[in-house]
Nanobody
Framework: VQLQEAGPGLVKPSQTLSLTCTVS??????????WSWFRQPPGKGLEWMGV???????YYSPSLKSRISISRDTPNNQFFLQLNSATPEDTAVYYC????????????WGQGIQVTVSS
């Protein structure tokens, strides 16, 4: 399974941060997997942001729930992150990852994409 993040590297404050994760060698409707977003701000640890299931159900971090949306495009095997009202505190490397429901682990990761929120 391969995952690849894509999106703008620079977002202005108050705008929406939007990223795409394209999945290869597995379908996002495969019942063995959920699909997740993480981020790592500079000098901080990895933060789980949310997940979308093979059935399309979402679960979000409570700290982001008011601003986050994760959706998908099943024909193109992609899932998306939208984070509204971006602030400089949202500056981070963003990762998408697969969650194996069989192994109970995050087993495949994208390479990560740097997103900076700045005017």
């Amino acid at each position: 399974v391969q995952l690849q993040e894509a999106g703008p590297g620079l977002v202005k404050p108050s705008q929406t941060l939007s990223l795409t994760c394209t999945v290869s060698n597995a379908t996002i409707t495969n019942t063995d997997y959920y699909w997740s977003w993480f981020r790592q701000p500079p000098g901080k640890g990895l933060e789980w942001m949310g997940v979308i299931g093979y059935e399309g159900r979402n679960y979000y971090s409570p700290s982001l729930k008011s601003r986050i949306s994760i959706s998908r495009d099943t024909p193109n095997n992609q899932f998306f992150l939208q984070l509204n009202s971006a602030t400089p505190e949202d500056t981070a490397v963003y990762y998408c990852a697969s969650v194996s429901l069989v192994r109970g682990a995050y087993d495949y990761w994208g390479q990560g994409i740097q997103v900076t929120v700045s005017s």
